[in-house]
């Protein structure tokens, strides 16, 4: 059959491995998904004996809402039962408005989208062209 998956999940995913990667003892797991292509995944490592859990927040909305933030949460409850302390972060676009998000949310931006003029821009990388001179001679090839 096929994914029922869209192709901004796929450029979630990967913005979500550039801050949280599994190389570095990660597992991210989604959490819930929102309206649009906004999503909330939970990160959680073990790291010199403690756990770190970390509730990110993806959106591509060009402000982020309190009502947004406040679906994070600052606690979460471990696989038995224990209180853990959550971290909160943040996923957006480049040039998103930050003034509603509080100063102990970490804020982390796209490298694949921005915002221009109000609009929601993709920022592929350039296309790399080789300079190829036909007029030159070509250099002979000794042995």
Known sequence: MGKEQDVMHGFVKQEINRFYSSFDGWSVLPVTHLKGYDQIFSAERFFHGEKES??????F??????DLLKTLG??????YGQSTKTKMAVIVPMNA???????????????????????????????????????????????
């Open 97 to 143: 408005d930050l003034s509603g998000i509080s100063a102990s949310t970490r804020v982390l931006f796209m490298k694949s989208f921005s915002f221009t003029d109000g609009m929601l821009v993709w920022d592929k990388n350039p296309v790399r062209k080789s300079v190829y001179d036909k007029s030159a001679p070509e250099a002979p090839v000794s042995a």
């Open 74 to 79: 600052t606690t979460g409850t471990g696989v």
């Open 61 to 66: 909305e060009p402000t982020i809402s309190s």
């Open 54 to 59: 970390v509730l990110v927040l993806v959106s």
